[in-house]
């Protein structure tokens, strides 16, 4: 089957980023055909290349009509229907917060996924998708590629991971920094904003006793055999149990698990709640429960389904296809252009800055050289 698999941009790895290279890897290992569409190259894109997954920025270059779009953002997956008129296409949502357009409202998109029950609700009361049109298939953890560790967890955490790409000194890993530190665990921090990113985490996880992550990246400790406490910028969710693992992951380990505060004390007690035992269970639960296979397995039982559906039913008219595609452009315009409320708070914002003595007259000679050196045709 030739799947076209669309994203976002394909620099840093994020979580989407993170789903469609392992999706791509096992369709190809099965003997199907993903191409990958999306913008702005990089260290993704270099992955996907290095497993041989074709990889574009540019439609025109796919000879091919692929049997099935999967979507997984909403720009590009409206683009390659667009594009491709004769493809169905089954559509993925990722998160709860979205910039820009939720999901494409569009003919040819039989089917919606959510990777959780908080996106499931995201989609059908804020996204007006119908509920059968609508699956929920669990984020999953490519089981191979993360191994589990080589030696037992110690009694006591000794090595602490702050892993995310959000994850950086100014932000939420200063405090558990703190915390930990007065432990006696050293910290390590892994991510794109904080320049530490790494290509693969499956190298250096299972050198870490506890892990603070979210999402996919907490999948991954856990897979890898560390204890895991849910955490990001603003909130905490604590220590990963047997008791809690299942009710997490349906949550994806994300955002309505992470609703208290962030501070000393709730980090605190999260790190107080390590279990080296406990965590080597969950660890074999997401081991057992959580792998990729299974994930990807339902996926392709999906696009089977939409391609048999999409063959006996009657084709969309143009004209249909045509308003679905106009309402999403003037959503799109709607959902990216600044409110007012907002250019109030920058130009206000802006205003305090300029007059601040010593940081105003300093930016105020910036602007003016940038603009006289625009206007006489200089380089900047």
């Known amino acids: ?42 260290r993704t894109a270099a992955q996907l290349g290095r497993l041989t997954v074709p990889v574009t920025d540019d439609l025109a270059t796919l000879g091919a009509a692929p049997d099935i779009i999967h979507g997984n953002s909403a720009v590009e997956t409206m683009t390659a229907l667009l594009h ?21 409202h569009f003919p040819r998109v039989l089917q919606y996924v959510a990777v959780d029950d908080t996106v499931a609700d995201r989609v059908l009361y804020k996204e007006g998708v119908a509920p059968e049109k609508l699956s929920v298939l669990l984020n999953a953890v490519d089981t191979e590629r993360f191994p589990p560790r080589a030696t037992p967890l110690p009694a006591k955490p000794k090595r602490a991971l702050v892993f995310g790409n959000a994850a950086h000194a100014a932000g939420h890993a200063a405090i558990i920094e703190d915390v930990c530190r007065r432990s006696g665990i050293e910290v390590d921090v892994v991510g794109e904003f904080a320049g530490t990113a790494v290509d693969a985490p499956e190298q250096i996880l299972g050198r870490y006793d506890l892990v603070f992550a979210k999402a996919k990246c907490a999948l991954e400790a856990m897979a890898a055999g560390a204890a895991v406490v849910l955490c990001e910028g603003t909130g905490i969710g604590g220590m990963v149990t047997t008791a809690n693992v299942e009710r997490l992951r349906r949550l994806n380990f994300g955002i309505r698990a992470l ?50 559906d999409f063959a006996r039913a009657p084709r969309p008219s ?63």
Not at 279 to 297: G, K, P, Q, T
Not at 355 to 378: M, N, S, Y
């Open 1 to 42: 089957m030739r799947v076209l698999i669309t994203s976002g941009a394909l620099g840093q790895v994020g979580g989407m980023q993170a789903y469609v290279r392992d999706l791509a890897a096992w369709l190809l290992a099965h003997g199907h055909t993903p191409v990958v569409y999306g913008p702005r190259h990089g």
């Open 84 to 104: 491709f008129p004769s493809a169905p296409a089954v559509f993925v949502c990722h998160g709860w917060r979205v910039d820009g357009p939720g999901v494409p």
């Open 259 to 308: 609703q208290t505060p962030l501070t000393t004390e709730t980090a605190s007690d999260a790190v107080a709640a390590y279990d080296a035992a406990d965590a080597a269970r969950v660890a074999a639960l997401i081991r057992e429960r959580a792998s990729a296979d299974v994930l990807h397995e339902q996926l392709l039982a999906l696009y089977e389904r939409v391609v048999d």
């Open 318 to 380: 143009h004209e249909d296809e045509s308003r679905a595609a106009a309402k999403f452009l003037r959503d799109f315009v709607e959902s990216t252009r600044p409110s007012e409320s907002n250019l109030n708070l920058v130009a206000q914002a802006t205003h305090r800055i300029l007059r601040a003595p010593l940081v105003g007259r300093t930016l105020t000679r910036v602007a003016r050289w940038v603009v006289e050196r625009g206007k006489d045709g200089g380089d900047l």
